[in-house]
Protein backbone atom coordinates (compact mmCIF):
# COMPACT_ATOMS: atom_id res chain seq x y z
CA UNK A 1 0.00 0.00 0.00
CA UNK A 2 1.21 3.37 -0.78
CA UNK A 3 1.48 6.60 1.54
CA UNK A 4 -1.23 8.18 -0.46
CA UNK A 5 -3.49 4.90 -1.20
CA UNK A 6 -6.54 5.39 1.43
CA UNK A 7 -7.73 2.40 3.39
CA UNK A 8 -11.07 2.10 2.02
CA UNK A 9 -12.87 3.63 -0.75
CA UNK A 10 -14.52 6.13 1.41
CA UNK A 11 -15.07 9.66 1.64
CA UNK A 12 -11.93 11.43 3.03
CA UNK A 13 -13.94 12.25 5.99
CA UNK A 14 -15.61 9.41 6.64
CA UNK A 15 -12.24 7.35 6.11
CA UNK A 16 -11.11 9.87 8.73
CA UNK A 17 -14.03 9.31 11.52
CA UNK A 18 -13.49 5.77 11.09
CA UNK A 19 -10.06 5.72 11.73
CA UNK A 20 -10.58 7.67 15.09
CA UNK A 21 -13.10 6.08 16.22
CA UNK A 22 -11.24 2.58 15.87
CA UNK A 23 -8.64 4.41 17.71
CA UNK A 24 -10.37 5.78 20.71
CA UNK A 25 -12.09 2.46 21.02
CA UNK A 26 -9.03 1.30 22.46
CA UNK A 27 -8.96 1.61 26.37
CA UNK A 28 -8.58 0.41 30.11
CA UNK A 29 -11.13 -1.76 29.73
CA UNK A 30 -10.49 -3.30 26.09
CA UNK A 31 -6.60 -2.40 25.27
CA UNK A 32 -6.79 -5.09 22.56
CA UNK A 33 -8.60 -5.80 19.37
CA UNK A 34 -8.82 -8.20 16.65
CA UNK A 35 -10.00 -7.76 12.93
CA UNK A 36 -13.40 -9.61 13.58
CA UNK A 37 -13.92 -7.99 16.58
CA UNK A 38 -13.67 -3.91 14.75
CA UNK A 39 -15.81 -5.09 11.68
CA UNK A 40 -18.56 -6.45 14.21
CA UNK A 41 -18.13 -3.04 16.30
CA UNK A 42 -18.42 -0.41 13.88
CA UNK A 43 -19.86 -2.23 11.02
CA UNK A 44 -17.37 -2.93 8.51
CA UNK A 45 -16.30 -5.63 6.36
CA UNK A 46 -13.53 -8.03 6.94
CA UNK A 47 -11.05 -6.50 4.45
CA UNK A 48 -12.05 -3.23 5.31
CA UNK A 49 -11.39 -3.25 9.18
CA UNK A 50 -7.88 -5.40 8.01
CA UNK A 51 -6.82 -2.33 5.70
CA UNK A 52 -7.58 0.20 8.33
CA UNK A 53 -5.85 -1.83 10.97
CA UNK A 54 -3.14 -2.39 8.67
CA UNK A 55 -2.89 0.75 7.86
CA UNK A 56 -2.67 2.19 11.40
CA UNK A 57 0.31 -0.29 12.54
CA UNK A 58 2.04 0.84 9.76
CA UNK A 59 2.21 4.58 10.85
CA UNK A 60 2.94 3.18 14.55
CA UNK A 61 -0.34 3.72 16.22
CA UNK A 62 -0.96 0.19 16.90
CA UNK A 63 0.90 -3.16 16.98
CA UNK A 64 0.10 -6.41 15.93
CA UNK A 65 0.64 -9.66 17.69
CA UNK A 66 1.67 -12.22 15.43
CA UNK A 67 0.95 -14.92 17.49
CA UNK A 68 -2.90 -13.50 18.28
CA UNK A 69 -3.12 -11.16 15.38
CA UNK A 70 -4.62 -8.93 18.13
CA UNK A 71 -3.84 -4.84 18.29
CA UNK A 72 -2.97 -3.08 20.75
CA UNK A 73 -1.68 1.09 20.61
CA UNK A 74 1.38 1.62 19.44
CA UNK A 75 4.48 3.89 19.67
CA UNK A 76 3.34 7.05 17.43
CA UNK A 77 0.33 7.40 20.18
CA UNK A 78 3.03 7.77 23.32
CA UNK A 79 5.06 10.47 21.05
CA UNK A 80 1.91 12.79 20.22
CA UNK A 81 0.47 12.46 24.00
CA UNK A 82 4.11 13.66 25.30
CA UNK A 83 4.04 16.29 22.26
CA UNK A 84 0.83 17.45 24.02
CA UNK A 85 0.93 17.48 27.18
CA UNK A 86 4.99 18.38 27.59
CA UNK A 87 4.46 20.92 24.76
CA UNK A 88 1.49 22.46 26.75
CA UNK A 89 -1.61 21.66 25.50
CA UNK A 90 -2.67 19.84 28.45
CA UNK A 91 -2.21 22.77 30.30
CA UNK A 92 -3.57 25.67 27.79
CA UNK A 93 -6.74 23.05 27.85
CA UNK A 94 -7.23 22.94 31.79
CA UNK A 95 -5.99 26.83 33.02
CA UNK A 96 -9.33 28.65 32.00
CA UNK A 97 -11.11 25.76 34.46
CA UNK A 98 -8.45 26.49 37.08
CA UNK A 99 -8.58 30.28 36.81
CA UNK A 100 -12.49 29.85 37.58
CA UNK A 101 -11.86 27.49 40.58
CA UNK A 102 -8.95 29.91 41.94
CA UNK A 103 -11.11 33.18 41.51
CA UNK A 104 -14.25 31.55 43.51
CA UNK A 105 -12.05 29.83 45.77
CA UNK A 106 -9.30 32.97 46.38
CA UNK A 107 -6.95 30.61 46.74
CA UNK A 108 -4.54 28.75 43.78
CA UNK A 109 -5.56 25.82 42.36
CA UNK A 110 -3.43 23.38 40.54
CA UNK A 111 -3.30 20.57 38.19
CA UNK A 112 -1.08 17.78 38.35
CA UNK A 113 -0.87 14.22 36.72
CA UNK A 114 1.47 11.29 37.85
CA UNK A 115 4.86 11.08 36.72
CA UNK A 116 6.42 7.79 38.12
CA UNK A 117 6.82 8.14 41.69
CA UNK A 118 5.86 11.91 41.94
CA UNK A 119 2.72 13.84 40.79
CA UNK A 120 3.92 16.79 38.63
CA UNK A 121 2.00 19.82 38.32
CA UNK A 122 1.35 20.84 34.60
CA UNK A 123 -0.65 23.85 35.23
CA UNK A 124 -1.41 26.40 38.04
CA UNK A 125 -3.24 29.57 38.71
CA UNK A 126 -2.74 31.99 41.73
CA UNK A 127 -5.99 33.12 43.93
CA UNK A 128 -6.39 36.26 45.57
CA UNK A 129 -3.58 35.43 48.22
CA UNK A 130 -1.07 35.53 45.84
CA UNK A 131 1.58 33.11 44.96
CA UNK A 132 2.62 30.18 47.08
CA UNK A 133 6.26 30.41 45.67
CA UNK A 134 8.59 32.85 44.43
CA UNK A 135 8.87 30.39 41.26
CA UNK A 136 6.50 29.25 38.84
CA UNK A 137 4.82 26.13 40.21
CA UNK A 138 4.25 24.00 36.47
CA UNK A 139 6.80 21.42 36.13
CA UNK A 140 7.34 21.24 40.51
CA UNK A 141 7.40 17.46 41.88
CA UNK A 142 5.32 16.22 44.63
CA UNK A 143 6.52 12.99 46.33
CA UNK A 144 3.79 10.17 46.39
CA UNK A 145 4.11 9.46 50.30
CA UNK A 146 4.00 13.76 51.21
CA UNK A 147 0.98 15.66 50.53
CA UNK A 148 -2.50 16.61 49.54
CA UNK A 149 -1.92 16.41 45.83
CA UNK A 150 -0.14 12.97 45.61
CA UNK A 151 -2.55 11.39 47.93
CA UNK A 152 -5.66 11.91 46.02
CA UNK A 153 -4.04 10.24 43.27
CA UNK A 154 -2.47 7.90 44.58
CA UNK A 155 -5.32 6.99 46.91
CA UNK A 156 -7.20 5.84 44.32
CA UNK A 157 -4.97 3.08 42.11
CA UNK A 158 -5.39 -0.45 43.69
CA UNK A 159 -3.12 -1.69 46.29
CA UNK A 160 -0.48 -3.79 44.49
CA UNK A 161 0.38 -0.89 42.07
CA UNK A 162 0.18 1.07 44.93
CA UNK A 163 3.26 -1.16 46.72
CA UNK A 164 4.86 -1.43 43.52
CA UNK A 165 5.41 1.82 43.35
CA UNK A 166 5.38 4.01 46.50
CA UNK A 167 6.93 0.82 49.05
CA UNK A 168 10.45 -0.69 49.01
CA UNK A 169 12.23 2.52 48.40
CA UNK A 170 13.12 5.71 50.48
CA UNK A 171 10.62 7.97 51.77
CA UNK A 172 12.44 11.41 52.50
CA UNK A 173 10.65 12.92 55.27
CA UNK A 174 9.99 16.94 54.60
CA UNK A 175 9.04 18.01 58.00
CA UNK A 176 7.44 16.37 60.91
CA UNK A 177 4.06 15.92 59.40
CA UNK A 178 5.85 13.59 56.86
CA UNK A 179 4.10 10.23 57.31
CA UNK A 180 6.62 7.32 55.94
CA UNK A 181 4.83 4.33 57.40
CA UNK A 182 3.26 2.58 55.15
CA UNK A 183 0.09 1.26 57.46
CA UNK A 184 -0.34 5.05 57.99
CA UNK A 185 -0.21 5.97 54.60
CA UNK A 186 -2.83 3.20 53.85
CA UNK A 187 -5.16 4.93 56.38
CA UNK A 188 -4.82 8.00 54.19
CA UNK A 189 -5.27 6.61 51.40
CA UNK A 190 -8.32 4.52 52.06
CA UNK A 191 -10.01 7.82 53.40
CA UNK A 192 -9.53 9.31 50.13
CA UNK A 193 -11.44 6.22 48.46
CA UNK A 194 -14.16 6.80 51.63
CA UNK A 195 -14.75 10.35 51.23
CA UNK A 196 -13.25 11.72 47.15
CA UNK A 197 -10.93 14.07 49.06
CA UNK A 198 -8.29 14.45 51.36
CA UNK A 199 -6.12 17.72 53.46
CA UNK A 200 -3.02 17.98 54.18
CA UNK A 201 -0.73 20.25 56.28
CA UNK A 202 2.96 21.29 55.99
CA UNK A 203 3.70 17.22 54.97
CA UNK A 204 5.74 18.33 51.89
CA UNK A 205 6.17 22.34 52.30
CA UNK A 206 6.01 22.98 55.95
CA UNK A 207 4.32 26.09 55.73
CA UNK A 208 1.96 25.03 53.21
CA UNK A 209 -2.18 23.16 53.22
CA UNK A 210 -3.53 21.80 50.49
CA UNK A 211 -7.11 20.41 49.82
CA UNK A 212 -6.73 17.80 47.23
CA UNK A 213 -9.39 15.64 44.85
CA UNK A 214 -8.93 13.20 42.13
CA UNK A 215 -9.43 13.77 38.58
CA UNK A 216 -11.23 10.45 36.91
CA UNK A 217 -11.92 9.59 33.27
CA UNK A 218 -14.57 7.10 33.93
CA UNK A 219 -13.51 5.47 37.03
CA UNK A 220 -9.28 5.66 36.27
CA UNK A 221 -7.52 8.94 38.23
CA UNK A 222 -5.61 10.93 35.92
CA UNK A 223 -4.73 13.42 38.07
CA UNK A 224 -5.29 15.67 40.91
CA UNK A 225 -6.98 19.04 41.40
CA UNK A 226 -5.44 20.85 44.43
CA UNK A 227 -6.66 23.87 46.34
CA UNK A 228 -3.49 25.69 48.34
CA UNK A 229 -2.42 28.78 50.63
CA UNK A 230 -0.79 28.80 53.47
CA UNK A 231 -2.14 26.66 56.60
CA UNK A 232 -3.85 30.33 58.04
CA UNK A 233 -5.77 30.79 55.18
CA UNK A 234 -6.56 27.35 53.73
CA UNK A 235 -7.54 25.68 57.31
CA UNK A 236 -10.71 27.60 58.34
CA UNK A 237 -11.88 27.56 54.98
CA UNK A 238 -11.32 23.67 54.29
CA UNK A 239 -15.08 22.87 54.70
CA UNK A 240 -16.29 25.33 52.63
CA UNK A 241 -13.87 24.59 50.30
CA UNK A 242 -14.70 20.79 49.45
CA UNK A 243 -17.89 21.33 47.41
CA UNK A 244 -16.23 24.04 44.53
CA UNK A 245 -13.25 21.31 44.95
CA UNK A 246 -15.31 18.16 44.43
CA UNK A 247 -17.00 20.35 41.34
CA UNK A 248 -13.78 21.41 39.61
CA UNK A 249 -12.41 17.58 39.80
CA UNK A 250 -15.75 16.45 37.98
CA UNK A 251 -15.45 19.35 35.57
CA UNK A 252 -11.78 18.88 34.91
CA UNK A 253 -12.59 14.89 34.42
CA UNK A 254 -15.55 15.84 31.38
CA UNK A 255 -12.74 17.82 30.15
CA UNK A 256 -10.30 15.42 29.61
CA UNK A 257 -12.67 12.82 28.56
CA UNK A 258 -12.49 11.83 24.97
CA UNK A 259 -15.46 10.87 23.00
CA UNK A 260 -16.45 7.26 22.99
CA UNK A 261 -15.83 5.78 19.64
CA UNK A 262 -19.38 5.74 17.33
CA UNK A 263 -20.95 2.21 16.95
CA UNK A 264 -23.26 1.89 13.76
CA UNK A 265 -26.71 0.89 14.11
CA UNK A 266 -26.88 -3.00 13.42
CA UNK A 267 -29.35 -1.75 10.74
CA UNK A 268 -26.86 0.81 8.73
CA UNK A 269 -24.30 -2.26 9.03
CA UNK A 270 -23.13 -3.70 5.89
Not at 25 to 33: I, K, L, Q, Y
Not at 49 to 67: M, T
Not at 104 to 113: M, T
Not at 201 to 210: F, K, L, N
Request: proline content about 7%.
Amino acid sequence: MSDETPVTGAPPLQTADRVLNVLLAFDRERPEWGVMEVAAEFGLDKSVAQRLLAALAHRGFLVSDRRTRRYRLGPAVWHLSRVWERGGGMASLVRPALAVLAREAGVNALFAVPDGVHMRCVAAVDGATGPLRYYVLAGELYPAHAGATSRAYFGMLNADDRAALIYGRPMARFSEHTLTDPAALEERFAQVRREGFTYSEGEYDPETAALAAPVLVGRRPVGTLTLAATQEVLRPRRDDLVAPLLQGAADLGRLLTPARPRQVPRRDRR
